[in-house]
């Protein structure tokens, strides 16, 4: 099956997954479906340790890809449990109410990288709906958005001294292109993942003074910098 009128194509598309517990309970993540294309199309997720996505779909065997842009959902997925409103059910399975279109597919283990400590599961598609097309030009504030929420779930687990720094440094950057290129949501979206994940300093003159070299934001109101985590 080709997916791309759903809005999958070749690559990886980052979607939000939803899942259910065998006990029935939903769960949203955002994860990168990727999509290989020789003479048909195959889809695949690889999914990391830990994560409730993983677990569930351990016991089910299934999973929903929906497909949206709403900046403020991917982040609200990655850090908090999606409020049950978002939810609606297709054959008793959760998927996004929000969602332009979704494919629910099931799922099959492929392997598990123990260095990585990664699940990749192929994936096959059973039911699909699109909800809404839209054209919509390339907003560089959403990629911004997308990218440091995948610095920021990263962030967490990350050790070494030095990555921390490089990734404080790309969260300047991209917050300073959602300043200026994001809409309400990306800015909203931004804002939920500065409370979430990284301690924010408004700063004095002074320490601006010393950061300004990877300060790129124009912007007064952004006028802070990510500081380390205590
Ligand atoms: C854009 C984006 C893409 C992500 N892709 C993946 C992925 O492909 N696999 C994965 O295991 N985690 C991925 N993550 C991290 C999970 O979304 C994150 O760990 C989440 O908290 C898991 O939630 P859960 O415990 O409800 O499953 C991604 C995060 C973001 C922001």
């Known amino acids: 099956m080709n997916l791309k009128e759903a809005g999958i194509a070749e690559g990886i598309s980052e979607v939000i997954v939803t899942t259910k517990s065998g006990a029935g309970e939903p ?15 195959k889809y695949f997720v690889k ?13 089910t065997n299934k999973l929903a890809v929906n497909v949206t842009d709403d900046a403020v959902l991917f982040v609200k997925a990655a850090f908090e ?25 099931d799922s099959a283990l ?3 990288r123990s260095e990585s400590g990664n699940f990749l599961f192929q994936l096959m598609p059973n039911a699909v709906k699109i909800n809404r ?3 919509k ?29 490089e990734m404080r440094k790309k969260m300047k950057l991209y917050d300073a292109i959602v300043e200026k290129c994001g809409g309400r949501r990306e800015k ?10 990284w301690n924010l ?15 790129e934001s124009t912007n007064q109101n952004s006028n802070y910098y990510w500081i380390e985590d205590r």
């Open 110 to 112: 492929i392997g598990k």
């Open 201 to 215: 300093s408004r700063i004095s003159a002074s320490l601006s003074q010393r950061h300004a070299n990877v300060q």
């Open 47 to 59: 999914l990391y340790e830990g994560s409730k996505t993983l677990s569930n779909v351990l016991e």
């Open 81 to 105: 449990r999606l409020n049950e409103v978002h939810f609606s059910l297709f054959h008793g399975f959760p998927v996004l109410k929000e969602a332009k279109s979704w494919i629910i597919f």
């Open 133 to 135: 097309k839209e054209v």
């Open 188 to 197: 909203e979206a931004f804002g939920i993942l500065r409370e979430k994940n």
């Open 27 to 41: 769960d949203a993540a955002p994860i990168g479906v990727i999509t290989v294309t020789n003479d048909e199309n």
């Open 137 to 165: 030009a390339i907003n560089r504030g959403l990629n911004a958005v997308i990218e440091a929420a995948v610095l920021a779930t990263r962030y967490a687990i990350t050790e070494d001294k030095r990555e921390k720094e």
